[in-house]
């Protein structure tokens, strides 16, 4: 490979250059800063909050969608992400009860008011999210806050993946991307091509494949770290949340 290793200046390429943390960037006395820190947070547990609603509260998916966008809007108005005291529970645990108490608010209240003011309303792809959710496995009343916690890596590995193409196209290495994508990335194991048949389909040797796909997960490891990162306030939550997700050596 040609080029500096972006990921060198990594400690062994596995935290992320970046210390940046939404949940700290929401509570920023700089508005735009705010929403730039909201806007991540959300980007990162909406589809999993979608998709909880619809199963611990047997909510249709026209309602989960009201409830999730009004869910998400009271907490920019309100500043709710703001208020999370690390120590006392991951921030996804506090995510989720919080989410809890504004469903049972509102089925309490069965009202529907329309909400604005502060804040672009997001752009959210329900769609696409129930559609994911009618192609899971049936998940039983004791699993679903486990299966929230699934969904939310699950989300967080597919934010990691864009931001990997992203990064790839930027530099010039989209097939280095295409390699780890079409190998790494198979729906099933079966599914995969030989690094053979890689490197023929490329047009590049097979020892090229292997420098690629070592490449690509490093750089998505990081990626994931960098998002996961955004996502936790105090560097101890990060190191659990962290080998939670990527396993005991995470963090050394």
């Known amino acids: 490979m040609n080029g500096r290793d972006p990921d060198q200046d990594r400690p062994n390429g596995r935290f992320p250059a970046t210390r940046w943390s939404a949940v700290l960037g929401v509570r920023s006395a700089d508005r735009l800063e705010r929403g730039r820190a909201f806007e991540r947070i959300a980007a990162a547990y909406w589809k999993p909050a979608y998709a909880y609603?619809?199963?611990?509260?047997?909510?249709?998916?026209?309602?989960?969608?009201?409830?999730?966008?009004?869910?998400?809007?009271?907490?920019?108005?309100?500043?709710?992400?703001?208020?999370y005291e690390p120590g006392r529970a991951a921030f996804r645990t506090w995510f989720r009860l919080l989410l809890d108490g504004h469903v049972g608010n509102e089925r309490k209240?069965?009202?529907?008011?329309?909400?604005?003011?502060?804040?672009?309303?997001?752009?959210?792809d329900f769609a696409s999210a129930?559609?994911?959710?009618?192609?899971?496995?049936?998940?039983?009343?004791?699993?679903?806050?486990?299966?929230?916690?699934?969904?939310?890596?699950?989300?967080?590995?597919?934010?990691a993946v864009e931001d990997l193409r992203g990064a790839a196209a930027s530099a010039g290495r989209g097939a280095a991307f295409l390699a780890?994508?079409?190998?790494?990335?198979?729906?099933?194991?079966?599914?995969?091509?030989?690094?053979?048949?890689?490197?023929?389909?490329?047009?590049?040797?097979?020892?090229?494949?292997?420098?690629?796909?070592h490449q690509q997960r490093k750089q998505?490891?990081?990626?994931?770290?960098?998002?996961?990162?955004?996502l936790c306030m105090t560097d101890a939550e990060f190191r659990e949340e962290a080998r939670a997700i990527l396993g005991s050596d995470a963090c050394t």
């Open 180 to 213: 780890f994508e079409r190998f790494d990335l198979a729906d099933e194991p079966g599914q995969r091509p030989s690094y053979a048949a890689l490197a023929a389909d490329l047009g590049v040797p097979v020892t090229t494949i292997t420098n690629w796909l």
């Open 220 to 230: 998505f490891r990081a990626a994931v770290l960098a998002r996961l990162r955004e």
């Open 53 to 83: 609603v619809r199963l611990r509260w047997r909510a249709t998916d026209a309602e989960a969608e009201d409830l999730v966008q009004g869910f998400l809007t009271a907490a920019w108005e309100k500043e709710l992400f703001a208020r």
């Open 130 to 159: 129930e559609s994911e959710l009618r192609g899971r496995e049936p998940v039983g009343e004791d699993q679903v806050e486990a299966f929230f916690d699934r969904e939310w890596v699950r989300q967080l590995f597919a934010l």
């Open 109 to 124: 209240a069965a009202r529907r008011q329309k909400r604005g003011g502060g804040i672009a309303p997001l752009s959210l």
